[in-house]
């Protein structure tokens, strides 16, 4: 069944008439991030399944809920009255029978003005034509409707052959230890074995209880039969409680042991983002401290203008001027205070020379006055005319009684001395001229310690920008956060002691299961022991030939299954390997691990000599993961599946580098007879695409080109949004 | 899967050889049309015939017991 092509109109963004058209071989469409890949998986998958994948709820919703999410916004936006109709048209081509198969879905909604009504439903018409040439029918038979969908893509291929990368991870699921036995019981015939393995149970039960009832009647003590069978029957459900259990314990030393490896597969990781956390807490607080540090020094810096005194910086001149200035100040002043004292002794002794030649007031000044009035002396009796040496030597005496000793503190003292508060300032300046000399260095202390705070700080800085790369790092490849990270580190540790535990116990389990079975031995051959006269010999026969059965429906199970296992392990080798071959540092075998429980298979990756290969990374899981679901498909030796159906896959690449993008084609171009991937790892890499192109190995059917209509960045406004499409080949 | 092939899956078991059912070597000529009549073989026959016509476990469980409570 070939799938020819889809239409799409007014589907999401893929607004008015789309159609791409697909041939065998590998068809690719590529785009970018936001470009429609999503949108056109979404498109296959709602026509068949009346379901879109609403990637952020990682889950499907049905029309019902999406409803006008469906429709172009392009298609609402330019209809102002009327009704808006989405569509998605499949069709497929049986080339065997040559009879094509059309499935459409159809969703309309209302406009009028502002307002939208919106169907509940969407309405699907499938068509059929018998033959290509011939005009199609529309089936109405919803039975017959079902046939074709089933026959289209039955529901237990479909995980495997329509998928999303982010589905990947689900679909083959290391945490759930039966994904890969689900996966074989489903798409292999082992379903088959198990149905004759049932059979035998019942028949073997059943034979035995007919042996006993026999043994009975032939016994030759009824009563003491009849007991040691209650016994018995006590001890076989004993027995099968306790086979239960140890089933139960053993399931979850499986799931345990299981969970503990891919929990080693990230343990070491885990293990560096704990130390790299632990390191980036103590560089982080380390740099708090440095950076609080710094700033104190900067805010302290300037005040340290004042309470260091750097204020005065480049002053210790000034002090010494001034200094110097108040020395010569101090000597000038004893200077002046010694001429005064002298003055004042000069004077004092001239008045006490002149009181010894006559007394004061002698003459009366009286007399002294009348002999200057009269320009007379009256002493001598000569004149004296007025300012005449002899007048001026009468007056002289008028004066002298004027006259009295000085004293030195009464000359000549100044109205403010400022004295005392210039040798304040000259002692105060002296006190401050250490300081000075000191701020100098003062400042290059502190500087310096800024300057290696200022280090430090840069340095801490760049350990934590770095360990906070490598964690992001860390964190990218292994798809841990740190929380994450600390999680798993508790659940390795949980794990382990549980496996530690559910050995001890499956251990002691089998221990009391043997004992109980060995007690039912005796009780068996005592009640054989009891019996009178012969069994019939069909019944022998018969016991025997069923306990042969049972045991051989039993191995044969086991055998097929492991075959089985062996081939899928093959296959998925086969496609691991072609898709690692672009990569030189890729290995590694792929193993099918059985789990203790002797039911499950887990893949894990091994290198030559069989050592586990830990520590992988999301692209290599993913890369398993893809093998193991190719090999689920590509081993089901003459099913045909491969050549029935399309795989559909959207972004399965996306999470591998491009390394593998050529051995990704290869092998799906050889295990699928038609496939349609949606693909940005082409887009604007001409060397990959040209690789594409030129490659023999890869059987390329039709390769589109996507784009917006309108530029990432005025994508919020969807009332434009179509999307282009071009054929590249 | 046909009946054929899944008794082709049974008889590659060891037990027949070991117990004597069948002898080395003789497993690979052995068909659906010429099976030993052998109550095992006959009782592995009505098994795989019910298992491939969808028959219900009853059914098939009392055909084998029929088989087996024959008495000789």
């Given amino acids: 069944m070939i799938l020819t092509s889809i239409e799409l109109n007014n589907f999401m963004c893929y607004s008015g008439s789309n159609r791409f058209d697909f041939t065998e071989g590998i068809n690719l469409i590529i785009g970018d991030n936001g470009y429609g890949k999503s949108k056109l998986f979404d498109a296959f998958y709602w026509v068949m399944y009346d379901e879109c994948f609403n990637t952020s709820l990682k889950a499907f919703r049905t029309t019902s809920r999406l409803k006008k999410l469906i429709v172009s916004d392009k298609a609402i936006a330019e209809t102002d009255d009327g009704t808006i109709t989405t569509s998605v048209i499949l069709t497929f081509h049986n080339v065997e029978r040559d009879s094509i198969y059309i499935l459409e879905r159809r969703y309309q909604i209302r406009k009028y003005g502002e307002e939208i009504f919106e169907d509940a439903e969407s309405e699907e018409i499938v068509r059929q034509k018998e033959m290509s040439i011939l005009n199609s029918k529309v089936v109405t038979d919803p039975v017959k409707i079902e046939a074709i969908k089933k026959m289209i893509l039955p529901d237990n291929i479909k995980p495997y052959m329509w998928f999303q990368g982010e589905q990947v991870e689900s679909i083959i699921d290391f945490n759930k230890q039966d994904t890969l036995t689900q996966a074989i019981n489903v798409l292999s015939n082992i379903n088959r074995f198990d149905n004759i393995i049932e059979l035998a149970d019942s028949l073997k039960e059943s034979s035995g209880k007919e042996l006993n009832r026999k043994q009975r009647d032939l016994s030759k003590d009824r009563g003491e039969s009849e007991r040691l069978e209650i016994e018995r029957q006590k001890l076989l459900e004993q027995i099968k409680q306790l086979d239960k259990q140890d089933l139960q314990v053993k399931d979850n030393l499986a799931m345990a042991e299981e969970r503990s490896e891919t929990l080693l597969n990230k343990q070491a990781e885990a293990t560096k983002i704990r130390e790299l956390e632990e390191r980036r807490k103590a560089i982080e607080k380390n740099l708090n401290e440095v950076q609080f540090e710094f700033d104190s020094e900067q805010i302290n810096l300037h005040k340290r203008m004042f309470t260091n005194k750097w204020v005065l910086k480049g002053t210790d001149n000034l002090f010494e001027e001034y200094s110097k200035k108040y020395n010569d100040f101090e000597q ?208 022998k026969e018969k016991v025997k030939v069923l306990e042969e059965f049972f045991e051989v429906a039993h191995s044969t199970r086991k055998r097929v299954f492991n075959k089985l296992v062996q081939v899928l392990e093959a296959e998925a080798n086969k496609h691991y390997q072609e898709m690692i071959q672009g990569n030189l540092s890729a290995r590694g075998i792929i193993r099918l691990k059985e789990l203790s429980n002797g039911k499950n298979y887990m893949p894990e990756l091994v290198d030559e000599h069989g050592n586990v290969l830990l520590q992988l990374n999301t692209g290599n899981i993913i890369l398993i993961k893809l093998a193991t679901i190719m090999a689920i498909i590509s081993a089901r030796q003459g099913s045909r599946d491969t050549e029935l159906y399309t795989l559909i896959t959207d972004a399965p690449m996306s999470v591998f580098g491009e390394d593998y993008t050529i051995g990704f084609c290869k092998t799906v171009s050889k295990v699928y007879t038609q496939s349609i991937i949606m693909s940005k790892e082409f887009y604007r890499n001409e060397k990959l695409l040209k690789e594409l192109f030129n490659d023999k190995e890869i059987k390329l059917g039709k390769v589109y080109m996507i784009t917006p209509s309108i530029p990432e960045n005025e994508r919020s406004n969807r009332n434009s949004l179509s999307t282009n499409i071009k054929s590249l080949n | 899967m046909t009946r054929e092939e899944i008794l082709k899956s049974f008889l590659a078991d060891n037990l027949f050889v070991e117990m004597g059912y069948l002898k080395e070597g003789e497993v690979d000529s052995v068909r659906w049309a010429n099976l030993p009549s052998n109550k095992i073989f006959q009782v592995i026959e009505i098994a795989i015939d019910g298992v491939v016509k969808n028959e219900s476990q009853n059914v098939t469980e009392k055909k084998i017991n029929q088989l087996l409570n024959q008495h000789p």
Avoid at chain 1, 363 to 368: A, T
Avoid at chain 1, 418 to 423: A, G, R, T
Avoid at chain 1, 461 to 479: F, P, Q
């Fill in chain 1, 332 to 539: 000038k002043k004893l200077q002046r205070q010694a001429d005064l004292k002298a003055k004042v002794k000069a004077e004092n002794e001239m008045i006490k020379e002149m009181q010894t030649r006559l007394p004061i007031d002698v003459p009366e000044p009286i007399y002294v006055q009348t002999m200057l009035d009269a320009e007379r002396c009256l002493i001598c009796d000569r004149e004296a005319p007025k300012n005449s040496e002899p007048w001026l030597k009468i007056k002289e005496l008028l004066d002298r009684s004027q006259m009295k000793l000085k004293k030195f503190e009464e000359e000549d003292q100044p109205l403010q001395n400022f004295s005392p508060d210039l040798k304040k300032l000259y002692q105060n300046g002296l006190g401050m001229s250490h300081l000075i000399s000191r701020i100098d260095d003062d400042i290059a202390d502190t500087f310096e310690r800024i300057q290696k705070l200022s280090v430090r700080r840069k340095s801490l800085a760049d350990d934590l920008r770095k360990i906070e790369e490598d964690i992001n790092g860390l964190i990218a490849d292994t798809s841990l956060n740190i929380s994450d990270a600390e999680n798993l580190l508790n659940e390795y540790t949980a794990q382990n002691e549980l496996t530690r535990r559910s050995l001890i116990e499956a251990n002691n389990l089998e221990h009391l299961i043997n004992k109980k079975k060995e007690v039912l031995e005796s009780i068996n051959k005592k009640l054989s022991d009891l019996v009178v006269g012969d069994l019939p010999e069909y019944l």
